[in-house]
């Protein structure tokens, strides 16, 4: 349906018919031989759901509800099916046993650079993350590692406390906001000042952040559907405004690592590592290349917190005793409410983390990781062709019923247990991926998080907007909260609080 549009909008309207028709049949020739090809054989290929519609095929039914699509699916077909999107064949699997292919897989097999660059390079820009070998991206992100270290989160902890006291003092004392609009703006402050170095963090402003939006408007259905040759021509305000905002912010980070580098004193974050790492052979990294690392950086991040902060928020105020006992629980561990935050302190906040982990399971940022099949796969008895796009949905691995005890409701107990999922199944819970593919920054979100949280715990009270909550957007490639709008009001005891910590940090 928005290919169509595509089309019809980039070429006069003759033209774009004659060229859709001929299109799609070269396509649909092209897989019928495909399917005669596969039925003649004698492997066992995965179960593949039927389509009516040519080559849109499933996307309608998929993009109106992608979860219970999944979910359906599995119990029909098993731990593995296909189905075709757009003119592009994707086998999912469903389970911990299925989903082991990915998570074990080589980078020759199961490509990640095949389906993502096309989404991180117009972002990140030239020669990082999935546009570049997969052995320098396993050098870059091994870089990256240096700077998101214990000793690091130890400072973090602090800054990120400062930077969220100051951000949601201007809230007042009740009220209804946006909540999903403020953790975005929130967490790119707050990794900034963590990650960047003060001379980014210093240039960060409402006009820095939009430009941080308009970058992140980049990774679109739209963005993953057309091949990057293609996006240059293509008319759409989201790639007009993502390619500016791609080239303002790499002048921001160009000032800054000049500044630095002509700088003699020697900082301890993320930006001076990335300016002093060198890869195998000797060679430092350019400024583009720093430069784009640090935008990954942010991004990556900004998506996996700002929504799981979000949807946290929400969860905690719909079950109004749990965000009452994570209250008394800051008063328990640090003493009372002028206390400053610690990172050990943290780590002892065990039900916030109960509560954060429990929101990962049910509403997981990422609703599918995809890797393309560069070589025939075998898993649980199928075997899955060259060409296919293979895909794990973490959110249905933890939503499967068979695996979680009342797999639909909000229990951040269930962590408690000894026999839980995730000691019994491996892949069943993978909000930040696994193996080889784990996401590198889980431990940096789960310090931001926490830290935020357990300020906003001491500050507010939480309540939901005559009982709404929101339901998921799947409009976007991250489910986000649809109309994230939140009640709060102030806790009478942290008027000390803001004065004290106001103090402190002038």
Partial sequence: MEMYGFQAGFTPSTYALVSTTALLAVILVARQLATEKLTKSNKKYPPYIPSTIPFLGQAISFGKSPIEFLLLAHEKYGPVFSFTMVGSTFTYLVGSDASSLMFN???????????????????????????????????Q???????????????????????????????????????????????????????????????????????????????????????????????????????????????????????????EEQEDD????????????????TDDEVAGMLIGLLLAGQHTSSTTSSWLGFFLAKNKDIQEKCYEEQLRIFGSDDTILDYDGLKECTLLERALKETLRLRPPIMTMMRMCKTEQNVCGYSIPAGHQVCVSPTTNQKL?????????????RFLEEDVATSTEKFSYVPFGAGRHRCIGESFAYVQIKTIWSVLLRMFEFDLVDG????????????????????????????????ELKGKYQ
């Fill in 105 to 139: 897989s080589k980078n020759d097999d199961l490509n990640a650079e095949d389906v993502y660059s096309r989404l991180t390079t117009p972002v990140f820009g030239k020669g990082v993350a999935y546009d570049c070998p997969n052995a320098q991206f396993v050098e």
């Fill in 141 to 263: 992100k091994k870089m990256l590692k240096v700077g998101l270290n214990i000793a690091n989160f130890r400072k973090h902890v602090n800054l990120i406390e400062e930077e969220t006291i100051e951000y949601f003092k201007r809230w007042g004392n009740s009220g209804e906001k946006d909540l999903f609009k403020a953790f975005s703006e929130l967490i790119i402050l707050t990794a900034s000042v963590c990650l960047h170095g003060k001379e980014i963090r210093s240039v960060m402003s409402e006009r820095v952040a939009q430009l941080y939006w308009d970058l992140d408007g980049g990774f679109s259905h739209e963005a993953w559907l057309l091949p990057e040759w293609l996006q240059p021509w293509m008319p759409l305000p989201s790639f007009r405004k993502r390619d500016a905002a791609h080239l303002k912010i790499k002048q921001i980070f160009y000032e800054a690592i000049a500044k630095r580098r002509a700088s």
């Fill in 270 to 285: 993320m930006l001076q590592s990335l300016i002093d790492a060198k890869y195998k052979d000797g060679r430092p990294l």
């Fill in 401 to 413: 019923p068979q695996v979680w005890t009342d797999n639909e409701e909000w229990k951040p107990d």
């Fill in 468 to 499: 709404h909550f929101p339901d998921i957007n799947y409009t976007t490639m991250i489910h986000t909260p649809y109309n994230p709008v939140i009640k709060y009001k102030k806790r009478k005891a942290t008027d000390h609080l803001t004065h």
